[in-house]
T-cell receptor, first 116, second 115 residues
Framework: DAGVTQSPTHLIKTRGQQVTLRCSPK?????VSWYQQALGQGPQFIFQ???????QRGNFPDRFSGHQFPNYSSELNVNALLLGDSALYLC???????????????FGDGTRLSIL | LAKTTQPISMDSYEGQEVNITCSHN???????ITWYQQFPSQGPRFIIQ???TKVTNEVASLFIPADRKSSTLSLPRVSLSDTAVYYC????????????????FGKGTKLSVIP
């Protein structure tokens, strides 16, 4: 049973460039959330996708956008990269219509993005 | 979103039991409490989740008092491989489905296990 997979594992970009990160959810999951984790900090929620639509969004600018495909996989796009965008970007998947209880989100190991 | 407060760091010797307490005074009625473990350069890993009283699995126990304003993660007989950051989270309790909540992470507790 494949878990959450993310690609690439590492990426180096320069200021002003654009980047696309990819995520495949755990088998059976239909919801994908993206988080940004700066060094020494906890992950911060960016947004969540379900049924190919953005359902919730955290406090991130419009430079951060996403997409979900019919097979539930997802992309995170960041435009006009800033030095402060350097972080570990994590994808988490879950099942929207969980029964009776909250179900834990399953995380991938992230993409390490470095901005020069 | 319910906030959590937990110690920044803890040290423990191998073989000891470690208890990490988290406070969440504003927890909502339908929120669950979830603990994650994170190693450097890896994503958080689910440890345990509970709603009230006590939950135990093969790696940890979670104690939740009746008022649910705090919880304690208990790791029995820790080893060096348990050195990691541990996050306590509560769901925001809103959204169209149980799987829709956004997780709010604090800085976590950095556990260092000493030989």
């Amino acid at each position: 049973d494949a878990g959450v997979t993310q690609s690439p594992t590492h990426l180096i970009k320069t200021r002003g460039q654009q980047v696309t990160l990819r995520c495949s959810p755990k088998s059976g999951h239909d919801t994908v959330s993206w988080y940004q984790q700066a060094l020494g900090q906890g992950p911060q929620f960016i947004f969540q996708y379900y049924e190919e639509e953005e359902r919730q969004r955290g406090n991130f600018p419009d430079r951060f956008s996403g997409h979900q495909f019919p097979n539930y996989s997802s992309e995170l796009n960041v435009n006009a990269l800033l030095l402060g965008d350097s972080a570990l970007y994590l994808c988490a998947s879950s099942l929207m219509e969980a029964s009776n209880s909250n179900q834990p989100q399953h995380f991938g190991d992230g993409t390490r993005l470095s901005i020069l | 979103l319910a906030k959590t407060t937990q110690p920044i760091s803890m040290d423990s010797y191998e073989g000891q039991e470690v208890n990490i307490t988290c406070s969440h005074n504003n927890i909502a009625t339908n929120d669950y409490i979830t603990w994650y473990q994170q190693f450097p350069s890896q994503g958080p890993r689910f440890i345990i989740q509970g709603y009230k009283t006590k939950v135990t699995n093969e790696v940890a126990s979670l104690f939740i008092p009746a008022d649910r304003k705090s919880s304690t993660l208990s790791l029995p007989r820790v080893s060096l491989s348990d050195t990691a950051v541990y996050y306590c989270l509560v769901g925001d309790g809103e959204g169209s489905g149980a799987g829709s909540y956004q997780l709010t992470f604090g800085k976590g507790t950095k556990l260092s296990v000493i030989p």
